[in-house]
């Protein structure tokens, strides 16, 4: 497990704790979820059943990642995707923000970039949540993963981010 975690992890229309409000609607912002801090740690997803339905949403979290130095273990999905970290903290810089970019594996070809949200609100304190939604398909997609490409807005930063909770969730349903 030790293994797994040190190099796996996890990671949706598109809102982000930055997105302004356009008209009357008001979008959704990282203060929007709430989450338990009871469930940290790094969790394998579970088996699929017998009838091979596999699980909507899974928790983990992220040690001391550098931008573009790792991905998120890979999840079956085509659809809607909604990552949501939990008190962030940034090794080397005082934090600030930084970028989750989703992307749409491709067999036999070049993986997708389904974009990206900048968080800001999980670096307010302990327990603050941001919070990113993608609802997009893409053909000859079978799974998806995300990365970290900038930290305050540098993709050159020396800095590394850990979270203490990282949750993503399949399920548009919820």
Not at 8 to 33: E, F, R, Y
Not at 46 to 66: C, Q, Y
Not at 108 to 129: A, E, Q, V
Request: net charge negative.
């Amino acid at each position: 497990m030790s293994a797994l975690a040190a190099t796996t992890l996890l990671t949706s229309t598109a809102t982000a704790d930055d997105t302004n409000p356009v008209g009357d609607s008001v979008d959704i912002t990282d203060d929007a979820g709430t989450v338990s801090l009871d469930e940290e740690g790094l969790f394998e997803l579970p088996a699929p059943t017998e009838d091979g339905v596999e699980p909507r949403s899974f928790p983990s979290k992220i040690d001391s990642w550098l931008p573009s130095n790792h991905e998120s273990r890979h999840w079956s999905d085509n659809d809607y995707t909604e990552i949501k970290f939990t008190t962030c903290t940034l090794e080397g810089a005082l934090g600030r923000s930084l970028h989750v970019q989703l992307h749409q594996a491709v067999p036999f070809g070049l993986d997708k970039s389904l974009g990206s949200k900048r968080f800001t609100n999980c670096f307010k304190g302990s327990g603050k949540t941001s919070r990113g939604e993608w609802d997009t398909h893409v053909s000859n997609g079978d799974n998806r993963y995300f990365t970290i490409p900038k930290h305050n807005d540098s993709e050159y930063s020396r800095t590394a981010v850990s979270v203490k909770k990282v949750y993503v969730d399949t399920s548009k349903a919820d």
